[in-house]
Nanobody, 124 residues
Framework: QVQLVESGGGLVQAGGSLRLSCGAS????????MGWFRQAPGKEREFVAA????????YYVDSVKGRFTISRDNAKNTVYLQMNSLKPEDTAVYYC?????????????????WGQGTQVTVSS
């Protein structure tokens, strides 16, 4: 079992920045690829970004490329999502997820463990 706890969400004006953190506990962190997903009211959960076990490969949904950066600190068992130039359409609950397989990182169904989510609200 892996326990994931997100933090760093909040209310920000359009154009602002937030950094989300996801701390992992319970198993060796480097065994897991990590991803961030988000879910807006009335919409399905969607892929945002992912990072491989080593951190050597990263993936993004087109709508956040150039604005968001995913990174991981394996010594701290933490994955981050730096979000810049935020837009109102980024408003959602953001979820951290972990998977053992280290492939198909854009797929919701490929992840084994999920955090409880953190709310991000971007005002116009």
């Amino acid at each position: 079992q892996v326990q994931l706890v997100e933090s760093g969400g909040g209310l920000v004006q359009a154009g602002g920045s937030l950094r989300l953190s996801c701390g992992a506990s319970g198993r060796t962190f480097t065994n897991y690829a990590m991803g961030w997903f988000r879910q807006a009211p009335g919409k399905e959960r969607e892929f945002v970004a992912a990072i491989s076990r080593s951190g050597g490969s990263t993936y993004y949904v087109d709508s956040v490329k150039g604005r968001f950066t995913i990174s991981r600190d394996n010594a701290k068992n933490t994955v981050y999502l730096q979000m810049n130039s935020l837009k109102p359409e980024d408003t959602a609950v953001y979820y951290c997820a972990a998977q053992v397989k280290n492939y198909d990182l854009r797929s919701y169904g490929a992840y084994d463990y999920w955090g409880q989510g953190t709310q991000v609200t971007v005002s116009s």
